[in-house]
């Protein structure tokens, strides 16, 4: 009986050969296991794209929340201060920094994959039919032809993974890129709301009472009485004289209060990661990093008092 | 003679006074201490006309010598006056 079965499985593979059956089920196995092994990458890869991109809009959301929050109430006490020395111009409205959107799987073309194996992966049922109705020989013929297209398949869908792996892979890399944009440009935000809090505002302080001691001073001199007094904010009074300093300073906080407004009424970091951000965009960050830190510098040269800015 | 000789001591006697500064006038040592409370702040004057300190909210103090406001202080940071222009 042993001896019958492998005489009847040795024959029934040389038919098989013969047909052409052998390879269209060896084909079949190798376009499921292509399939299997491209669904999973792809959706590994997409995995990292979207963490990545998850981690980005954390960022941004806690962005948001610090330019609605500090960012605004900053502005408005260094924009009130400012006010009372020369004309400062409208804070303008708030605008949102604009999350990532997340990357989907490719559903429809896995839906699509998986159909096409449906059709290509014949039952034993089916090959016997169409043994049945169409001869050997034309069974030869129409397994031929499959195993043909099931090998150009099979190309198309390697070349595919391919390419879509390596699309993940460059969307993968421009996520971590605009991760470090991002935390690069909430640095900057941090710094500058974090200087104007600690250090300009309480210098602003200082700058604003010298003008209304000055006012005091004279009438206490000439005895004339406090009642009435009306305090006069002119910088210019103070320019090139040993007061110079607090005219210095005046002047360049008016800078920064302009950066402030535009952190708060424009979507800068939206705006430098739109389209695909580059090595390029991060070297110009980092420049705009340094000037801000040369910017501090050179307020700093004007503080009466030197202040902590942590 | 004796009147010329009188006159004369009298007026040696206000020549040494002078230098002594004695007929100096006194405005300079008049006590110009006040408190101000406006809408801007509380403002605290203390000392003399020549030399006096006006302090702003109990933090921010400028040191008036002679008519000049010569040094400010500011008590969130520390207790010393920094003069201006050194």
């Known amino acids: ?310 | 003679m004796i009147i010329l000789f009188i006159v004369l001591i009298a007026a040696v006697a206000c020549f040494v006074l002078y230098k002594k500064g004695v007929f100096n006038s006194t405005s300079e040592n008049i006590d110009v201490s006040q408190k101000f409370d406006s809408e801007y702040g509380n403002f605290v004057i203390s000392g003399k006309k020549n030399k006096f300190v006006i302090t702003k909210n109990d933090h921010l103090s400028f040191l008036v010598e002679d008519g000049q406001i010569v040094a400010c202080k500011d008590k969130r940071i520390g207790n010393e006056f920094k003069y201006y222009g050194r």
């Open chain 1, 1 to 310: 009986m042993g001896l019958f079965t492998d005489v009847l499985d040795w024959a029934s593979d040389k038919v098989q050969t013969m047909t052409g059956e052998k390879e269209r089920r060896e084909r079949v196995a190798e376009i499921k296991n292509t399939y299997e092994d491209f669904k999973d990458q792809v959706s590994s890869n997409v995995n990292s794209v979207n963490s990545s991109i998850e981690d980005l809009n954390g960022s941004i959301k806690e962005l948001n929340d610090f330019r609605a929050g500090n960012v605004s109430r900053n502005i408005e006490y260094l924009g009130e201060f400012l006010g009372h020395f020369g004309n400062v111009k409208l804070i303008g409205d708030y605008a949102e920094e604009e999350t990532a959107c997340y990357v989907a799987v490719p559903e429809h073309r896995f839906i699509s994959i998986e159909d096409y194996i449906q059709d290509i992966d014949w039952s034993k049922g089916d090959v016997f039919m169409n043994s049945f109705f169409l001869s050997p020989l034309g069974m030869k013929k129409k397994t031929q032809a499959q195993n043909l297209s099931m090998q150009e398949q099979l190309n198309s869908l390697k070349l595919e993974a391919e390419q879509t792996i390596l699309e993940l892979k460059n969307l993968k890399f421009a996520a971590e890129q605009d991760k470090k944009i991002a935390e690069l440009y909430i640095f900057c935000v941090e710094r500058i709301i974090c200087y104007i809090e600690k250090v300009i505002i309480p210098e602003m302080d200082l700058v604003e009472a010298f003008f209304q001691a000055l006012t005091i001073k004279n009438r206490v001199i000439s005895d004339n009485s406090l009642e009435n007094v009306e305090f006069k904010n002119n910088i210019d009074l103070i320019r090139d004289t040993q007061y110079q300093d607090h005219y210095q300073f005046v002047r360049n906080s008016f800078l920064f209060y302009v950066i402030a407004c535009k952190i708060y009424n424009t979507p800068v970091l939206t705006n430098l990661l739109k389209g695909t951000t580059s090595e390029n965009d991060l070297n110009e960050i980092n420049k705009e990093k340094d000037v801000l830190e040369t910017q501090i510098n050179n307020v700093n040269q004007f503080l009466i008092f030197k202040r902590e800015e942590a």
